[in-house]
């Protein structure tokens, strides 16, 4: 849902920012550059490719769940290629332990004597897929947690520092649940968006079959060094965010509360514990990469409606009831921000 009524649009005029109109450019000229490389790779995806890169300039995480063969492990693949990204790919199975996935200290001679030696593990990348993270037992779940947050990990009472940018698109199977290990809430709190991957239309998936049994494509080029991407890093930081598009957002985590006096009846009926105040700062974060895209220094309210359902996706528990009645997170958020978008209309008026 994008808002249409110019009563709630933000007056310009007290929205400030020091980004110059040219660095934009640079950032929009660029995202349209890489998504439009990324869709000779992943056809008929562009909203979810747009979705993974306002990610990457957030700084956060992104949790990908959808069937097998719908291109999630390509997604990543090429996302790291088309950025000269460092890509590790870690397959997590029910036997993987936490020094395959962070690395171990190894014992080794040399004419010296006999010394220590760190042997780094795949999370030492700059995009790391963690690939059915749902397969793997909590205790590899939670190594994640220390270089998902601290952008480091900790290893023999030492800390080792990942070099950024550090980006991690974990894969999920929706459908196989024999043998799988449900993510905790604090792990499923640190992905900033949770996205589905949904079967592709028909003439879509014609056109990837025909890619598929064709001759090779051309290679994959850089679309910005990383030197360029540090760069539109920080100008996505610069975005300004008005202090009532912030207060939009808030409005509406605090909505999925059914402890909160004004929460919506849907979310008092289905839900049993809502988004905490790290949804808030997710949904402007992400909020700051849409308006980068689009040119604008300061985020609107379209920006937070687009990032609220992604970012509530995997912060809302929902009870027994819910369950029983098909009822689902997205359904909750798209009433919240219908109830929350009312309440602005009502007050602008």
């Not at 592709?200 to 014609?206: L, N, Y």
């Not at 920080?234 to 409005?251: C, D, G, L, N, T």
């Not at 909750?332 to 219908?338: N, P, Y």
């Amino acid at each position: 849902m994008r808002p249409n009524d110019e009563s709630i649009i933000d007056d310009m005029s007290e929205q400030q920012s020091d980004i110059d109109a040219t660095a934009l450019a640079d950032v929009g000229s660029f995202k349209e550059r890489f998504i439009k490389q990324l869709e000779t790779e992943i056809i008929g995806q562009k909203e979810l490719l747009e979705d993974v890169l306002a990610a990457f300039f957030a700084e956060g995480h992104v949790l990908l769940t959808g069937a097998p063969g719908l291109g999630k492990t390509k997604l990543a693949r090429v996302f790291a290629k088309s950025l000269d990204l460092k890509f590790e790919r870690a397959q997590f199975t029910p036997d993987m332990t936490p020094s395959d996935l962070l690395g171990s200290t190894i014992l080794q001679e040399s004419s010296n004597g006999r010394f220590f030696e760190f042997q780094p593990g795949v999370i030492f990348a700059n995009v790391l897929l963690a690939d059915e993270i749902n397969r793997t037992p909590p205790k590899t779940q939670a190594a994640l947690l220390e270089a998902m947050q601290e952008r480091q990990v900790t290893i023999g009472g030492k800390r080792r520092p990942i070099e950024p940018p550090f980006f991690v698109i974990a894969t999920r199977n929706p459908i196989e649940q024999e043998g799988t290990y449900p993510l905790p809430e604090a792990q499923l709190d640190r992905f900033i968006f949770s996205l589905n991957v949904d079967y592709p239309k028909m003439t879509d998936e014609v056109e990837m079959a025909l890619r598929q049994t064709s001759a090779p494509s051309e290679p994959l080029e850089f679309v910005a060094s990383r030197e360029q991407v540090a760069k539109y890093l920080s100008f996505v930081k610069q975005i300004h965010i008005p202090r009532r598009v912030a207060e939009y957002a808030v409005a509406i985590v605090r909505k999925t509360r059914p402890q909160a006096k004004n929460s919506s009846e849907s979310t008092q009926q289905y839900v049993e514990w809502g988004a905490s105040p790290r949804a808030s700062i997710a949904i402007l974060s992400v909020s700051k990469s849409y308006a980068a895209f689009d040119g604008r220094p300061t985020v609107a309210y379209e920006d937070v409606e687009r990032a609220a359902i992604p970012v509530l996706r995997s912060r809302v528990k929902l009870n027994y009831l819910a369950q029983a009645d098909g009822v689902t997170v997205d359904f909750i958020a798209r009433q919240v921000l219908r109830e929350v978008r009312a309440e602005l209309k009502d007050k602008c008026n």
